[in-house]
């Protein structure tokens, strides 16, 4: 439906198209099962769930004036954009619970226009979702089709400024500049650092940083690992009210670091990156370390590479008599170098899970 509403210039777009059982789930006061029966009853009731939602989002930003932002300027209406996101994120389990509310919303809304209660709602549900999407960027979703796809088919373009067709990345979300530089160096960590808004800084870092460690997981499984563990120690304190948004911002500025030593680490040793990652598998228990000299598992990570890249093929990840005879190999040449006995299955695991990330690039070396 494509229509120009009473004196308004711009076009109410709203497309049904893939989302009918969503908004079934959502309107279960439907006349029947089949979500069938009169029509104009049916946008009566969405409208009063609208409604509902209006007032259990609204309610969301107690203390906090947001309708300022209805007649603000646009550099005005920016920054209440980011202090509204701000305002969110500083309730308990606010960012799921805005997320959900004004996902219930937006359902309701879509069924209940063209009806005037549902227009004169507009301009307050096109905010709401647009402090969703920018909240939504911050999430990791997995596989599948997200409620913000869902939603973007039922967005209202009302103010070009703010809610627009264009994908809104991280950097636009928290209302900084896209740096042209790492996002580990020490110019952004401090930009980051010195945002206004402590809760969004958090998001910003934290997101970036589970991007970042994400990306290295084929380069250094058990280093990303590592890694992974350490960020969600420090978020877990701060939903644990341990540690404040400002304190848990200088605990990953402190990740980012480590990182960036992380970094350093194959080119002091001599090592490729490649090799590396094997030296991180053998190298990640206490026992190992205890018996084994440092320049000695160096040694045996270059020849488990070597082995592994000599015995890569276009369908070792695949076929089981070729992955048996790696781990035979593998085995046997950790033996060789007197690896803990004790540790060897889970050794040779790890080494075998590493080889398997780094395949394909084996074999276009």
Known sequence: MNRVYKDKTGGLIVDYLGIASDLKKALSFYADSGGKGDP?????QAVVL????LEVVSQMFNGFSYKEYFTAETGRKLYLILAAEEHILGIENGKKRFIDEVTALSKAF??????????DAKDEVAFFQAIKARLVKFENTGSGRTSEEMESAIRQVIDKALVTEKVIDVFD??????????ILSDEFLMEVKNMEHKNLALEVLKKLLNDEINSRTKKNLIQSRTLIEMLEASIKK????ILTAAEVIEELIKLSKEIQSMDKEPKEMGLSDYEYAFYTAIANNDSAREVMEKDKLR???????????????IDWTIKESVKAKLKVIVKRILRQYGYPPDMQVLATETVLKQAELIAEELLNE
């Open 238 to 241: 701060y939903h644990n009210k």
């Open 110 to 119: 879509s069924i209940a226009i063209p009806h005037d209660k549902a227009m």
């Open 299 to 313: 040694e045996l990570a270059v020849i488990l590479f070597q082995k592994v890249k000599e015995n890569a093929s």
């Open 40 to 44: 104009l009853v049916q946008q009566e």
């Open 173 to 182: 979300a928290a209302g900084i500049k896209k740096p042209d530089i790492s």
């Open 50 to 53: 609208m409604q509902e939602k």
